[in-house]
């Protein structure tokens, strides 16, 4: 009988660690066996992913996987957080935000759950004048408030300060951010904005309101115009600097420029890239701050990827934004705004506004996301990432400050290349389903009835633009809705299944969900003739197909089809065209969607 040790954790004490070189060796065997014959590294190659930046994802990060010390929590290089006690104390602040004036909707945001408010004025937002009827009922020395006014936030700064004399606010008691960007601006609308009334408001802050910022870098238009984590985070790098020029030479000192910063970054689904992301944005700008002669710790405001969110299917979103809202979090953000899961639909109603609200609350208040400091610490994985994504993001700086700066980069269009070439990429990978989106590209489900919202503001344009992940299918189903809406039906295809059940589904699966995505309705029931269908897909086995393929697509251009896919690869003779794992699904709809005359 074999006696365990008395406290009963050391149950491996007797077995041998494995080394490096035998899971390699027990991978190049599994890779055989698929017809792939690498060795040694190269077999832990092809398990790797490619990532964006140059960077890749391996399938194992071991102790020999190095990275720089990142430190101690509230320490320089702040990776591991920007204060000592992380998000301890409360967790993280739960910003809401507003573009439309509705009655109590701040009010009621504050009284369940939100810690604090992010308001839209002006362009893309509500009037300025609305201000003081948004904040009613608020109490302004306990809420801090964010501005985003655009070409406005002088005039809502004035405001929004009145508002705090008339109340009784002491400017100690002041919390918040003016949100003044104007590179950010520019990037949003093509439009130059004289940096000198920032200035004067971030003299202003420094000397009068402690706790209050006067602008804020925004990273979202770099997200949302198709750009890179690397490329987000050197254009904010750039942008920083820039401020912090502007700030010098209008009289601030480097400490009051730096403490002037606030940063806004997208976290998206992908969360240890958004977790690598906000760390090493900390350390990037511990570097310049060190430089400039005021160390200090970056100001997080982390926001949930607007490009991911879809329009069909809204619900999915929720999803999203949880895992991204986690990523943020675990990442060390200052402050979270959770976009509501029918953001991309119009004006959130509050059933939506209250989902977002609770997202954050769930995983501060039941998933004690909160409690642990930097999570992620000390993960091989997380490091190693940081670390890499850090120096792209530093060469991107370095190209931006080679060719003049942030303002020159945008004014000359090379940064709108630079972003344009990285979303082309993805879009490549998006239309070829390597990056599923659930209720899109995957699981589409033509007979949801959509979500219908008010319309929001439209948002400033005239500059960088604006993209999602889903905009190239988003034009696919709208042709097939309107298909719908002049004829009664959706375009149809038939699938022509061969064999038995165990031979056909994989295909008539996949076959289903990839027409689908495009709004085409697949039938499966009776035959062709009675499918309403102009066009066929085979599905079965490479087997059957071999025996039956010919044949089978005789009989339906006897029936009337004008076009026959295959799903799967091969060479047959009576096939049009393949659709498999890996081809261009959008050029595919596209052209199917053309042949049926479906506009």
Same mark, same amino acid.
């Given at each position: 009988?074999?006696?365990?040790?008395?406290?009963?954790?050391?149950?491996?004490?007797?077995?041998?660690?494995?080394?490096?070189?035998?899971?390699?060796?027990?991978?190049?065997?599994?890779?055989?066996?698929?017809?792939?014959?690498?060795?040694?590294?190269?077999?832990?190659?092809?398990?790797?992913?490619?990532?964006?930046?140059?960077?890749?994802?391996?399938?194992?990060?071991?102790?020999?996987?190095?990275?720089?010390?990142?430190?101690?929590?509230?320490?320089?290089?702040?990776?591991?957080?920007?204060?000592?006690?992380?998000?301890?104390?409360?967790?993280?602040?739960?910003?809401?935000?507003?573009?439309?004036?509705?009655?109590? $909707?701040? *009010?009621?945001? =504050?009284?369940?759950? %939100?810690? +604090?408010?992010?308001?839209?004025? !002006?362009?893309?937002? #509500?009037?300025?004048?609305?201000?003081?009827?948004?904040?009613?009922?608020?109490?302004?020395?306990?809420?801090?408030?964010?501005?985003?006014?655009?070409?406005?936030?002088?005039?809502?700064?004035?405001?929004?300060?009145?508002?705090?004399?008339?109340?009784?606010?002491?400017?100690?008691?002041?919390?918040?951010?003016?949100?003044?960007?104007?590179?950010?601006?520019?990037?949003?609308?093509?439009?130059?904005?004289?940096?000198?009334?920032?200035?004067?408001?971030?003299?202003?802050?420094?000397?009068?309101?402690?706790?209050?910022?006067?602008?804020?870098?925004?990273?979202?238009?770099?997200?949302?115009?198709?750009?890179?984590?690397?490329?987000?985070?050197?254009?904010?790098?750039?942008?920083?600097? $820039?401020? *912090?020029?502007? =700030?010098?030479?209008? %009289?601030? +000192?480097?400490?009051?420029?730096? !403490?002037?910063?606030? #940063?806004?970054?997208?976290?998206?689904?992908?969360?240890?890239?958004?977790?690598?992301?906000?760390?090493?944005?900390?350390?990037?700008?511990?570097?310049?701050?060190?430089?400039?002669?005021?160390?200090?710790?970056?100001?997080?405001?982390?926001?949930?990827?607007?490009?991911?969110?879809?329009?069909?299917?809204?619900?999915?979103?929720?999803?999203?934004?949880?895992?991204?809202?986690?990523?943020?979090?675990?990442?060390?953000?200052?402050?979270?705004?959770?976009?509501?899961?029918?953001?991309?639909?119009?004006?959130?109603?509050?059933?939506?506004?209250?989902?977002?609200?609770?997202?954050?609350?769930?995983?501060?208040?039941?998933?004690?996301?909160?409690?642990?400091?930097?999570?992620?610490?000390?993960?091989?994985?997380?490091?190693?990432?940081?670390?890499?994504?850090?120096?792209?993001?530093?060469?991107?700086?370095?190209?931006?400050?080679?060719?003049?700066?942030?303002?020159?980069?945008?004014?000359?269009?090379?940064?709108?290349?630079?972003?344009?070439?990285?979303?082309?990429?993805?879009?490549?990978?998006?239309?070829?389903?390597?990056?599923?989106?659930?209720?899109?590209?995957?699981?589409?489900?033509?007979?949801?009835?959509?979500?219908?919202?008010?319309?929001?503001?439209?948002?400033?344009?005239?500059?960088?633009?604006?993209?999602?992940?889903?905009?190239?299918?988003?034009?696919?189903?709208?042709?097939?809705?309107?298909?719908?809406?002049?004829?009664?039906?959706?375009?149809?295809?038939?699938?022509?299944?061969?064999?038995?059940?165990?031979?056909?589904?994989?295909?008539?699966?996949?076959?289903?969900?990839?027409?689908?995505?495009?709004?085409?309705?697949?039938?499966?029931?009776?035959?062709?003739?009675?499918?309403?269908?102009?066009?066929?897909?085979?599905?079965?086995?490479?087997?059957?197909?071999?025996?039956?393929?010919?044949?089978?697509?005789?009989?339906?251009?006897?029936?009337?089809?004008?076009?026959?896919?295959?799903?799967?690869?091969?060479?047959?003779?009576?096939?049009?065209?393949?659709?498999?794992?890996?081809?261009?699904?959008?050029?595919?709809?596209?052209?199917?969607?053309?042949?049926?005359?479906?506009?």
């Amino acid at each position: 009988m074999t006696v365990l040790p008395d406290d009963g954790l050391p149950l491996a004490a007797e077995f041998p660690d494995t080394t490096h070189e035998q899971w390699q060796r027990l991978v190049e065997g599994v890779l055989r066996k698929s017809g792939k014959e690498v060795s040694g590294s190269a077999a832990e190659d092809a398990l790797s992913t490619t990532l964006e930046d140059g960077l890749r994802t391996r399938p194992l990060y071991t102790a020999r996987d190095d990275a720089p010390d990142p430190g101690l929590p509230g320490f320089a290089p702040y990776v591991r957080g920007s204060r000592p006690e992380g998000n301890t104390a409360g967790g993280w602040d739960v910003r809401q935000r507003h573009t439309a004036l509705a009655d109590g $909707a701040a *009010l009621a945001d =504050l009284e369940n759950g %939100g810690t +604090s408010l992010w308001l839209v004025l !002006g362009e893309g937002g #509500f009037p300025v004048e609305g201000l003081g009827r948004a904040l009613e009922g608020v109490y302004l020395d306990l809420a801090p408030v964010v501005l985003d006014a655009g070409r406005d936030t002088e005039r809502a700064a004035e405001a929004l300060l009145r508002l705090y004399a008339d109340k009784g606010v002491d400017a100690t008691a002041v919390r918040g951010n003016l949100g003044g960007d104007p590179l950010g601006y520019e990037a949003r609308t093509g439009t130059a904005l004289d940096f000198a009334p920032y200035a004067a408001l971030a003299a202003r802050c420094a000397e009068r309101y402690p706790g209050l910022r006067a602008l804020t870098v925004d990273a979202l238009p770099y997200h949302e115009a198709g750009g890179s984590a690397a490329q987000e985070l050197g254009a904010s790098l750039a942008t920083g600097v $820039a401020c *912090l020029r502007e =700030l010098t030479e209008a %009289g601030l +000192s480097v400490e009051q420029a730096t !403490g002037q910063l606030e #940063f806004r970054y997208a976290a998206t689904a992908d969360q240890f890239l958004t977790v690598a992301k906000l760390r090493a944005a900390r350390r990037l700008w511990a570097r310049v701050a060190e430089v400039s002669g005021a160390p200090g710790a970056q100001v997080q405001h982390a926001v949930t990827s607007p490009v991911m969110m879809s329009r069909r299917d809204p619900w999915v979103n929720m999803l999203r934004t949880t895992v991204a809202t986690l990523a943020a979090g675990v990442g060390g953000a200052d402050s979270v705004t959770v976009l509501p899961f029918d953001h991309a639909l119009g004006l959130p109603d509050a059933f939506a506004r209250r989902i977002a609200r609770n997202t954050s609350t769930i995983l501060i208040e039941e998933s004690h996301l909160a409690r642990v400091i930097d999570p992620a610490g000390g993960s091989w994985y997380v490091e190693r990432l940081t670390d890499e994504l850090a120096r792209a993001a530093w060469e991107f700086f370095r190209s931006i400050e080679r060719d003049g700066g942030q303002a020159a980069v945008l004014r000359s269009g090379r940064l709108r290349t630079d972003l344009a070439t990285t979303w082309a990429e993805r879009s490549k990978k998006l239309a070829k389903r390597r990056e599923p989106i659930t209720g899109v590209s995957e699981f589409p489900l033509l007979a949801e009835k959509p979500v219908e919202r008010e319309p929001a503001p439209e948002p400033p344009s005239g500059g960088l633009p604006r993209v999602r992940r889903d905009e190239a299918y988003e034009e696919l189903r709208a042709r097939s809705d309107a298909h719908l809406a002049a004829t009664g039906s959706r375009p149809r295809i038939f699938l022509a299944t061969l064999g038995s059940a165990a031979e056909y589904t994989a295909r008539a699966t996949f076959a289903a969900n990839l027409f689908q995505a495009g709004g085409i309705e697949p039938v499966t029931e009776g035959g062709f003739e009675a499918s309403g269908a102009t066009e066929a897909v085979l599905c079965s086995s490479d087997a059957l197909y071999a025996e039956q393929a010919e044949q089978t697509a005789e009989s339906l251009r006897a029936a009337g089809a004008r076009h026959v896919f295959l799903a799967g690869r091969g060479d047959h003779a009576g096939i049009d065209s393949y659709v498999f794992a890996g081809c261009d699904a959008i050029d595919v709809l596209s052209a199917t969607l053309d042949r049926m005359g479906v506009s």
